[in-house]
């Protein structure tokens, strides 16, 4: 595969896995259809949730980070003022999301723009309480660690940094660091790129940080629990990882919607590195041609693959 491939691969990725699990969120575990009955259209006696929404349409997730890559794109930095600008722009007038409609906001995220929008600093928006750990900043993350072109500690201090807009706890800010590396990891086709994220992350804090001892405590204990479908941002990227074993990049989404509840999101976390993994072509063609709004992203993405060139 070429970097083109896997680039790609890694945003189309995202926005397919959140689009074929934005019918199922909500439902828990037990309410989600067999793997073979799990598809972009589900099966007609399944109470989707969304209603009014078409198949093929990506959520909050894929519109955030759409608003990443355009504010990377246009600054050729990490702004984080831009961010949250574009991050309004689309809540309040559905910037890059489909048909301009948008239908799921996370918690924590709709108060950060309440407060930034009411003429709070930006570095006040954000919950930094460890209640206040969702998943809405992992989920628009990909992007950064697509376009960055920086060493290990300017990647994971970005992706602190880009957390923080909106989700201020560490816990959530490593999250995305580690995911970030992941994802570098995946794109240099590393043997075991989570282990090989993991190692990188630990020689960047080393045992005494504040760092090591939040991805030790919370991130990455010696007794991992189960993989959960929930919202909370450990659950997701833990998850995710789970389900990247599973196979191939139609079988990693089908396993994230699996778990059940926060679907649209797992499947996102997890289908974006799936796609770096396997390449744009291993995307089902049933699900990638009945995306929408691609017109949203094909530019985006052409300017991201020119700037890797």
């Keep these: 595969m070429t970097i083109t491939d896997k680039i790609a691969g890694g945003i189309w990725g995202l926005l397919v896995g959140d689009a074929v699990g934005v019918p199922y969120e909500f439902a828990p575990p037990q309410r989600i259809p067999a793997l073979s009955k799990i598809d972009i259209e589900p099966p007609v006696d399944f109470l989707r949730a969304h209603l009014g929404i078409p198949v093929g349409t990506w959520s909050d997730d894929g519109s955030q980070a759409l608003c990443l890559l355009a504010s990377l794109l246009d600054h050729g930095k990490l702004e984080p003022r831009d961010l949250m600008d574009r991050i309004c722009r689309w809540f309040r007038d559905g910037y890059l999301a489909v048909d301009r409609n948008v239908f799921d ?50 990647l994971v201090s970005d992706a602190l940094i880009q957390s923080r807009v909106t989700h201020g706890h560490l816990r959530s800010g490593l999250c995305c660091s580690l995911y970030c590396l992941w994802a570098r990891c995946t794109l240099a086709e590393a043997a075991h790129p989570w282990n090989a994220a ?76 799936a796609g770096i993994r396997d390449g744009v072509h291993a995307i089902p063609k049933r699900w990638l041609n009945r995306l929408r709004g691609q017109d949203l992203v094909a530019p985006l993405l052409a300017a991201l693959l020119q700037g890797r060139a």
């Design 198 to 273: 993991m190692d990188r992350f630990e020689a960047l804090f080393p045992q005494g940080t504040a760092q090591r001892a939040e991805y030790e405590r919370s991130i990455h204990p010696r007794e991992p629990d189960p993989p959960k479908g929930s919202g909370y941002v450990v659950d997701t990227l833990l998850s995710s990882v789970w389900a990247l074993e599973a196979g191939p990049y139609e079988s990693v989404i089908k396993a994230a919607i699996s778990l059940g509840q926060d679907t649209d999101t797992t499947a996102c976390v997890a289908g974006g590195i």
């Design 105 to 154: 906001v996370g918690l924590q995220t709709r108060s950060s723009i309440g407060k930034f929008l009411a003429g709070k600093p930006l570095s006040d928006c954000a919950s930094n309480g460890e209640w206040s750990n969702g998943n809405g900043s992992l989920m628009r993350v990909l992007p950064l660690a697509l376009w960055h072109a920086g060493s290990d500690e300017e």
